[in-house]
């Protein structure tokens, strides 16, 4: 296969090269984002462009294109059920404002090393998942000028249990510890509402004093939030088994907790890990499509993440 067709363009998002890379840029500017040198991965959501683009600049914002040789996507799967990671077999990435060549050898070389825990995926079912496309465009905009130094390596995670996190976990710590390799991580927050069979809603931490809808939406995800940038992968499973938070990237992120828990174990050794030091999480930027009031209303919730080797 040669090229992964941008099957949501013209849908999701513009796909007029000047009008896309003109909304890319805009959003860019106005999220004034520092870009941050010891950035290892990021976090950002996956809906359409005129919902999350504005959230995404801020983790994007963050990229030193002339610091990585390699790109790593990890995003959920929505329609096709896999208890493992998918591959692409396609040579290059389509986007409107340019495609972006894959690092066709690492792929197959994962593989190889590992033939039970990754397959490759159909283009048709790769061409579906929008979670991996939407970080796409950006990636194309920010490493623009760069291509032909950068590949780029897409990765399908599918409903994959606590202990599988732990073992992709484990092979792609040994990625994350090189400043050559920046991971993106694909994931929205709560999807709330009727129409997502997720209705959930709590009183006020520490007064008991009821909230908004929103507003109790906002205090779940932060418990979310607050559990991955304290980089802990049981207490994330954990939070998420007791509050049911419908975080359609849970598994990447489980996936991304368990390899920064790996680098911070192997940070002893020389040349290892994160060169002495342990990574941080930070949350930059946290947005709903809507405020719900009623039960009516139905909301999905966006963040933005830097994860950082800083000490």
Same mark, same amino acid.
């Given at each position: 296969?040669? *090229?992964?067709?941008a099957d949501?363009?013209? &849908?999701?998002y513009?796909?007029?090269?000047?009008?896309?890379? $003109?909304?890319?840029?805009?959003?860019?500017?106005?999220?004034?984002?520092?870009?941050?040198?010891?950035l290892?991965?990021i976090i950002?959501p996956h809906?359409?462009y005129s919902?999350?683009?504005k959230?995404a600049?801020?983790?994007y $914002?963050a !990229?030193?294109?002339?610091?990585?040789?390699?790109v !790593?996507?990890?995003g959920?799967?929505?329609?096709?059920?896999?208890?493992?990671c998918?591959?692409?077999?396609?040579?290059?990435?389509e986007?409107?404002?340019? =495609?972006?060549p894959?690092?066709?050898?690492?792929?197959?070389y994962?593989k190889?090393?590992?033939?039970?825990?990754?397959s490759?995926?159909p283009?048709?079912?790769?061409?579906?998942?929008?979670?991996?496309?939407?970080q796409?465009?950006y990636l194309?905009?920010?490493?623009?000028g760069?291509?032909?130094?950068?590949?780029?390596?897409?990765?399908?995670?599918?409903?994959i &249990?606590?202990d599988?996190?732990?073992e992709y976990?484990k092979?792609?710590?040994?990625?994350?510890?090189s400043p050559?390799n920046?991971f993106? *991580? &694909?994931?929205?927050?709560?999807?709330?509402?009727k129409?997502?069979?997720?209705t959930?809603t709590?009183?006020?931490?520490?007064?008991?004093?009821?909230?908004?809808i929103?507003?109790s939406?906002r205090?779940?995800?932060?418990?979310?939030m607050?559990?991955i940038?304290? *980089?802990d992968p049981?207490?994330?499973?954990?939070?998420l088994d007791?509050?049911?938070?419908? !975080?359609?990237?849970?598994?990447?992120?489980?996936?991304?907790?368990?390899?920064?828990?790996?680098? =911070?174990?192997?940070k002893?050794?020389?040349?290892?890990g994160?060169?002495g030091?342990s990574?941080? *999480?930070h949350?930059?930027?946290?947005?709903?499509?809507?405020?719900?009031?009623s039960m009516?209303?139905?909301?999905v919730?966006y963040?933005?993440?830097?994860?950082?080797?800083?000490p």
């Open positions: 296969v040669e *090229i992964r067709r949501h363009a013209g &849908s999701w513009s796909n007029e090269t000047e009008k896309l890379a $003109g909304q890319l840029d805009k959003w860019l500017q106005a999220a004034q984002t520092q870009k941050q040198p010891k290892r991965a950002s809906a359409g919902y999350s683009g959230t600049a801020h983790a $914002g !990229i030193d294109s002339n610091l990585y040789k390699r !790593i996507v990890l959920p799967s929505h329609h096709e059920y896999m208890n493992d998918g591959l692409s077999k396609a040579k290059q990435l986007t409107p404002v340019g =495609n972006l894959v690092d066709v050898e690492f792929i197959n994962l190889a090393q590992h033939p039970k825990m990754f490759f995926l283009p048709s079912v790769d061409e579906a998942e929008h979670s991996i496309e939407m796409l465009p194309a905009r920010v490493f623009s760069h291509l032909d130094k950068v590949k780029f390596v897409t990765v399908m995670v599918g409903s &249990s606590y599988q996190e732990l976990g092979i792609f710590a040994s990625y994350l510890k050559e920046l993106v *991580i &694909s994931s929205d927050f709560c999807h709330w509402g129409r997502f069979r997720y959930y709590e009183p006020e931490k520490g007064t008991n004093a009821s909230l908004s929103y507003q939406i205090q779940v995800d932060h418990e979310g607050e559990l940038s304290a *980089i049981t207490g994330f499973h954990q939070y007791e509050k049911k938070n419908t !975080i359609c990237g849970r598994h990447p992120i489980g996936v991304l907790l368990h390899a920064v828990v790996e680098c =911070n174990k192997m002893g050794s020389k040349g290892s994160w060169d030091s990574a941080n *999480i949350f930059v930027r946290y947005d709903q499509s809507s405020e719900c009031q009516n209303d139905s909301s919730s963040a933005a993440a830097h994860i950082l080797a800083d």
